[in-house]
């Protein structure tokens, strides 16, 4: 469990734990109000950063950059948006990462991407595009001074013939200019743990951030996590059984669940950690209230401050 003295470091200011948050861009105007009120819920958490996933074959593109201009324009969260090689050329890549640019975003999440035919078909880089994250990563820094993420796969990706050559994999992101990895999400925290160490002496010393994700609903997180690779322990289905149409006690449990799991990897001695909200907040601020983290008074975002200057002037 936090100890008091963390508790009182984050009700003094000094922030002892660190989160980031995944959104996805919305399909519909119902899912755009569930989305902004997750946003609204969670923001007063003050996460380090949000991210916005960008879907296969950049099936996405304008929904995210949209959600992301909203989030620079209207709030004072800091945005990361997703990006991929897929279906798409340098140059329309490009014309993409100088677009997030103009529009204040100074954060990328650089990912290869899954084929556009769907999770399971062969990748097949675009003849004229880029052939892989580690190329993704290099143009990025070339276009802007941005921080970049990229993924890292504790069980290593479903498409890596080994876990060493997928931590090959991420050390060439690094190389290309990589800031820091968030991992697929998993339920074994010694599967991380046991990760991070072969990361270090494999002689990489980026953040690898824990992707956490609370179960919403356990039959769809153990249909996702089969086809990222991702194991799924037996006393997490025992956890769950019989509960399908019990969705209060599937709450609670999920909420315990994922509260064992974070507060375990403090004890560890992480301090950062990544959510996969799936557009909902009840969970994931229940997670971060066990933390330790509480809400604070919004910001106001520089805009609006630089409005109401000259409105004054």
Known sequence: MPSASQHRASRDGYRPIR????????KTEEMEKILWSSIERLAPLQPKFVSVTYGAG????ERTHNTVARMVKETSLQPAAHLTCVDATREEIDAVVQSYWDAGVRHIVALRGDPAEGVGNAYRPHPG?????????????????FKVSVSAYPEKHPEASSLDADIDALKAKVDAGADQAITQFFFENDIYLRYVDKVRAAGID???IPGILPVQNFKQAANFARRTGA?????????????????????????????????DLVDQGVNDFHFYSMNRSDLVYAICHVLGLRAQAPKVAAKE?????AKAA
């Open 231 to 263: 194991s799924v322990p037996y006393w997490l289905a025992a956890r769950f059984e019989g509960l399908d149409n019990d969705v209060d006690t599937r709450r609670l449990v999920a909420a315990s669940v994922a509260a064992e799991q974070v507060l």
């Open 129 to 145: 595009g880029y052939a892989q994250t580690s190329d993704l990563v290099a143009g990025i820094k070339r276009i802007g001074d």
């Open 19 to 26: 989160v980031s948050i995944e959104f996805f861009p919305p």
């Open 58 to 61: 950049g099936s996405t593109r």
């Open 305 to 309: 401050i630089a409005k109401e200057a």
């Open 206 to 208: 980026i953040p690898i």
